[in-house]
C-alpha cells in the first residue's frame, strides 16, 4: 500500500512526501493506460493525494483539473481527507513520445495552452475553484505556479513516474510548504534542496516517503509529525447512479430500456459497471 509522509523541517517549512506506485499501477490496470498517460495521470494522482491530506476532515474534497489542449485530453484527479485518490483522463492510449534525453514527453502529451483548475469542496456553502495558466504540462511545475498564483502560496513540487513498458516501478513526490516569517537561511538552504530533487521516479526506487525526506532534509532540525496510507479508491455507488438515472427523466431512461434492453452506466473513474432492467427503472421512478 502506498504510504504518504509529513514532515516539519527547520520549524517553518513543512515537507509531504508520498511513494505511490500502487496508486499508478491501479489506474493503469482500470484505465488501461499507455506509457506517457500513466506517467502524467501518476504525477497527477500523487499531487492528488499530497493535497487531500492537507483537509482537516475526511469527507473535504478537491478535484484538480487539468486541461492543455494536449494529445492525452483532460486529465481529472479527485482526492478526499482520507487518503483516497481517483482520476479519469480523455485518450488513456495516447501515442508514447520520448524526448532526446530519453525521457517521455509528458509536457507535450498534456499540452501547455491550457489550464489548471482546483475546486475544494470544505463544507462551505460553496466551494472554492482555483485557475491557473499551464506552464509546461509536465504536471509538477504547473502545480507549483498554481499555488503561487492562485493561493498565494510559495511551494516547491516534484513527481516522478518510472515505468518499464506498461508496468509502473516507482513513483512519488514531494510537496515543500514555506511557511509565514521562514527564516531567509532557512528558506535558502531549502531552496538549494529543492533545486537538487530531480529525476524524482528514481528518488522512490525501494525507497520509503519517509526515506525520502530524510535523504534530502535530513541534515536540518527534522520532526515527523504524520505517517498515512493513501490508495486509489473509487466512492461511486449505486445511490449515487440512481441520481444520474434520475436525471435523464423518466421519458429517456424508459426510452433507452426498450432500444437497449436495459441502463448501463459505467463509472469513469473506477471502470465498475451498474445496470438496470425495465422493473429497476421503472421502480427508480415511482
Known amino acids: 500500500m502506498s504510504v504518504l509522509t509529513k514532515a516539519l523541517v527547520g520549524g517553518y517549512v513543512v515537507v509531504s512526501a508520498a511513494e505511490t506506485k500502487d496508486i499508478v499501477n491501479r489506474a493503469i490496470r482500470i484505465h488501461n493506460l499507455s506509457p506517457v498517460a500513466a506517467a502524467a495521470m501518476g504525477r497527477a494522482l500523487t499531487m492528488a493525494a499530497l493535497m487531500g491530506k492537507e483537509f482537516k476532515n475526511k469527507q473535504d474534497y478537491l478535484t484538480a483539473i487539468i486541461d492543455g489542449n494536449g ?3 483532460k486529465i481529472t484527479v479527485c482526492a478526499d481527507g482520507d487518503g483516497h485518490v481517483k482520476g479519469d483522463i480523455v485518450n488513456p492510449v495516447a501515442e508514447t513520445v520520448v524526448k532526446a534525453d530519453g525521457h517521455l514527453d509528458v509536457g507535450s502529451a498534456v499540452g501547455k495552452q491550457g489550464t489548471l483548475t482546483v475546486i475544494k469542496d470544505i463544507g462551505l456553502k460553496q466551494p472554492y475553484v482555483g485557475t491557473s495558466q499551464l506552464v509546461s504540462g509536465e504536471i509538477a511545475q504547473d502545480f507549483a ?3 503561487a498564483d492562485s493561493e498565494q502560496q510559495p511551494c516547491g513540487v516534484a513527481l516522478g513516474v518510472g515505468l518499464n513498458k506498461k508496468r509502473c516501478t516507482s513513483a512519488g513526490g514531494v510537496w515543500v510548504q514555506i511557511m509565514p516569517n521562514c527564516p531567509e537561511e532557512l528558506l535558502s538552504q531549502v ?3 529543492m533545486y537538487a530533487m ?3 521516479s528514481y528518488q522512490f ?3 520509503t516517503a519517509e526515506d525520502v525526506i530524510r535523504r534530502f532534509f535530513g541534515r ?3 520532526q515527523i509529525t504524520e505517517s498515512c496510507p493513501v490508495q486509489y479508491k473509487c466512492n461511486c455507488n449505486r445511490r449515487k447512479i440512481n441520481r444520474i438515472v434520475k436525471g435523464l427523466g423518466k421519458d429517456e431512461a424508459l426510452s433507452i430500456v426498450d432500444e437497449m434492453g436495459q441502463i448501463e452506466v459505467c463509472c469513469h473513474f473506477c471502470g465498475k459497471k451498474y445496470t438496470y432492467t425495465k422493473e ?3 421502480k427508480l421512478f415511482q
Open 145 to 147: 505556479y498554481y499555488f
Open 191 to 193: 531552496e538549494t534542496v
Open 205 to 207: 526506487e525501494g525507497s
Open 71 to 73: 494529445p492525452l485530453g
Open 198 to 200: 530531480d529525476e524524482m
Open 220 to 222: 536540518f532540525e527534522l
Open 280 to 282: 429497476q427503472a421503472e
